[in-house]
């Protein structure tokens, strides 16, 4: 079968996306070709039936995939599309998901012909349920965009931006944003234990409040606010925690400066 996706790099979010992409049996595992130089890594792609090798020369020649997908560390961002050259003659759509790199980075290593895809997703992608927002340059075709988007649906929910500059807050808030989740669930744990719960209950409790109410927030008409008020009874006990959290504002502001930290890092991480 020939090689439709070049996947490069399958670290934690490259393969977050790869299983997603193949459970959803948008792709044949035969179809893609994963460069990793890590062996655990590579072999963990292919026990999921892909093509591997730890060097982009492996790749056959002759090989025209669609897609190259570039999902290493932004500081090897340069050197890793380098090895990717010898696709830029327009037929193949480059896919990034690096934070912080703009897309004239690759046109500047690619050459003026390569469509570009910038992508940032999350990695819920691995079970479906990623955030994957889009970015492309004006030599992506309506198909390419079409097949980009349909093979992205298969790890959550895409949607698209038009001025890459809002990227870095994008990353800050959605590409980070699992983080902060897995952070509050820790917390959550953490206060449950103090609380005298037992360790094991205690995560149970933090870990399926934190899914049941996110469920819902997706799932309801109302407003997360009103979904919060109907948890708050005057005077009862979810007002006396609010009263901490949301006195002063303080987990907004809380929230605010660590999204701002994210999203001047990844203007530091393009440069
Ligand atoms: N993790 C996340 O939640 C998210 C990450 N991203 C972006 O995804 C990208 C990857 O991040 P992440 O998956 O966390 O990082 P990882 O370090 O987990 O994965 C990157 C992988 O690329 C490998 N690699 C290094 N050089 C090459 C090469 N020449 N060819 C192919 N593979 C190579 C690395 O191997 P080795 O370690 O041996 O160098 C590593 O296994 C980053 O740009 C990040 O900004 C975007 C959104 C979310
Ligand atoms: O921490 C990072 O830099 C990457 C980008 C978004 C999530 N992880």
């Known amino acids: 079968m020939s090689i439709r996706l070049v996947l490069a790099g399958c670290g934690n979010m490259g393969y977050a996306m790869l299983s997603g992409w193949l459970k959803s049996a948008r792709l044949e595992p035969s179809a893609v070709f994963v460069v990793e130089p890590n062996a655990e890594l590579r072999q963990r792609a292919e026990h999921l039936g892909c093509r591997v090798s730890a060097d982009a020369a492996a790749i056959p020649a002759g090989a025209v995939p669609d897609l190259v997908v570039i999902a290493v560390k ?6 890793v599309t380098a090895h990717y050259k010898r696709f830029g003659d327009g037929r193949t759509t480059f896919v990034s998901i690096a934070a912080g790199t703009p897309v004239a980075t690759f046109e500047e290593i690619l050459g003026k012909l390569a ?8 990695t819920p992608a691995a079970i479906g349920k990623g955030m994957m927002v889009v970015f492309s340059n004006p030599l992506v075709s309506d198909d390419v965009r079409r ?13 698209t931006i038009d ?18 989740v897995f952070h509050f669930i820790e917390a959550l744990t953490v206060a449950a234990e103090k609380a005298g719960l037992p360790a094991e209950t205690a995560k149970l409790l933090a870990m399926q409040t934190v899914f049941g109410a996110a469920s819902l927030a997706a799932e309801s008409d109302e407003e997360p606010g009103v979904l919060r008020q109907q948890v708050t009874s005057p005077n009862g006990t979810t007002a006396a925690a609010l009263a901490v959290l949301m006195g002063e504002d303080r987990l907004t502001k809380l929230v605010t400066e660590a999204v701002e930290a994210a999203r001047l890092r990844s203007i530091e991480l393009g440069r």
């Not at 932004?74 to 050197?79: D, F, K, N, S, Y």
């Not at 093979?151 to 929910?157: D, E, F, K």
């Not at 001025?163 to 990353?171: I, Y």
């Open 74 to 79: 932004p500081q090897v961002i340069r050197e």
């Open 163 to 180: 001025d890459e500059s809002l990227m870095d807050a994008v990353t800050a808030v959605s590409g980070s944003g699992p983080a902060y």
């Open 147 to 159: 097949f980009v988007f349909e093979l992205l649906s298969a790890s959550g929910v895409v949607t």
């Open 115 to 122: 469509p570009v895809v910038r992508c940032m997703p999350n």
